[in-house]
């Protein structure tokens, strides 16, 4: 009777061994070093280099100027235009009226009419947001409207479209109301409104 290693060895006669390197690649598969193993620089291909190297470096993106916050207070407003306001020489291009509404509702209508007035090209209008006044024990507090509205005009797009902010004089609401000075999209937009003196 034939032994099993006698036949396994005949029938392994033909079979030419696989070299070394080749065998020992194909039992142990490729897997990349994390950052934090000491194998980490043998794992990068040579050939990745110069393609790392060829890659255009990313440009950094160009800073926004930095922009102040508006303030009610009228510092930023052109004196002109106040000036104008205040003797009934210019009047607002546009009103919105904020009474009766929610303070959400009240943002919404705000960043919608600036949108508007903006796509027109308006230069001054008129926010009235109500006094708003009311006691509570020894303390006057002012509305919640009037009180967050300069707030909503220094959030996104609506502080890229007004560029001051003012309490409106009496004629047009006093401190019920604001006059808002806008960005112009126009050419013109750099210009004051001061009027040009005549030769």
């Known amino acids: 009777m034939v032994k099993d290693v006698e036949l396994f060895a005949a029938a392994m006669a033909d079979v030419k061994p696989l070299k070394r390197k080749r065998a020992a690649a194909a039992r142990v ?27 255009p470096k990313p440009r950094p993106l160009p800073a926004r100027p930095s922009v102040p916050e508006l303030s ?7 004196r002109d235009v106040s ?31 600036l949108e508007r007035v903006t796509a027109q090209d308006m230069r001054v209008v008129l926010v009235v947001t109500g006094k ?3 006691r509570e024990g020894d303390r006057t507090i002012d509305g919640r409207i009037r009180a967050e509205f300069v707030g909503w005009l220094n959030r996104g797009d609506n502080r890229d479209r007004v560029r001051a902010v003012r309490a409106a004089h009496a004629h047009h609401g006093g401190t019920g109301a604001f006059y808002l000075l806008l960005r112009r999209r126009s050419s013109a937009s750099s210009r004051s409104l001061r009027a040009t003196p005549q030769r």
């Open 29 to 55: 598969p490729a897997v990349e070093a994390g950052p934090g193993s000491a194998r980490a620089p043998a794992a990068r291909s040579v050939k990745s280099r110069p393609t790392e190297a060829l890659l």
């Open 132 to 134: 708003g006044l009311r």
């Open 83 to 113: 000036r104008a306001l205040s003797r009934r020489k210019l009047a607002p291009e546009a009103t919105i009226d904020l009474h009766g509404m929610t303070l959400a509702a009240a943002e919404r209508a705000v960043t919608r009419f």
């Open 72 to 78: 009610p207070d009228g510092r930023q407003f052109d």
